[in-house]
């Protein structure tokens, strides 16, 4: 049964993810969803992986409007994989909650654990880290393809309790802001105008102006801007100049660019 994997990412970890799990699946093709319409997104596929970062501690906004939006098939298995840093939380306990309000079920939730992104609290992890991380990610996402093969039913996997109470509380806090919170990116002198910040950016939120990029208050914090700057020039508040940039080794620029919204293009 065909299967769609409809991905969201910042630096390669769930494109890395959805690659690893078509590859394992076979007939599987993977669909980003910052390339999916605007209105609703019918599906008449027969199993529909969601494959996103958690951002503070739940759905990123993108994730959120992408899942509001989409109907699938009746008789389809959904399933989803929140790649995360540790802290996965309530994530896919509130991508349940949004389905089961539209009429859907998710019918298993995976969280898979990766290198951080959020430079503010820290920079990349060693490579012997990063290493360990992908090793056991790989294994992991053979299982989830062996669950999702059976079509077994999996509670979604999630957090310690006080982390669910805590943690949604800090993301219901933080999600109306997420729009305003690259008041706080500037690019310093190392910016030489080459644009890829502009290009990169899945919510057009950057502009070049006279050669450096301006932010428009319509963030997603996904982090690529800060993450993929070739110069580094990028920064988020204090202290990000001496912290090392994150990006999944074998996700390129290109591929990147590839998910970006087509009228961006
Ligand atoms: C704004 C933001 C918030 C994040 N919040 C969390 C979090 O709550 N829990 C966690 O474990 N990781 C968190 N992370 C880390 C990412 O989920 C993690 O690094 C993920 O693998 C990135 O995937 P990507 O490369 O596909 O974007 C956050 C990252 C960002 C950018
Ligand atoms: S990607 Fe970096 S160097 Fe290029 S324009 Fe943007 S800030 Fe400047
Ligand atoms: S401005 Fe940067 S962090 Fe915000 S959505 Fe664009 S690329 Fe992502």
Redo the contacts with the bound molecule.
Sequence with gaps: MHTVLY???????????AKKLASELGDAHLVPMTQADDGIVHSDAGCIGL????????L?HRVLGFVERLEPADSAYCFAV????????A?LLQLEEVMKEKGHTLSSGFS????????PWGGAPPVEKQETLFGEAGRKIADIAGVIKKRSRQAPEKGPWWQNVL?SWF?RMSFPR?PG?DKSFRADAKCNGCGICEKICPARNISLEESRPVWQHRCE????CIQWCPQEAIQFGKGTETKKR???PD?KLADMLACVPREHQ
Excluded at 7 to 17: A, M, V
Excluded at 52 to 58: L, M, R, S
Excluded at 82 to 89: K, M, S, T
Aim: hydrophobic letters at 45%; proline letters at 6%.
């Design positions: 991905f969201y990412t910042g630096t390669g970890n769930s494109l890395w993810t494959i996103f970062p958690v951002h503070i501690w739940g990123p929140a790649v995360n840093a540790g802290q996965v939380a994530t898979l654990c990766m290198p951080s992104n959020y430079i943690f993301y997420v919170m914090q996904c982090l690529a994150y990006r999944h996700i």
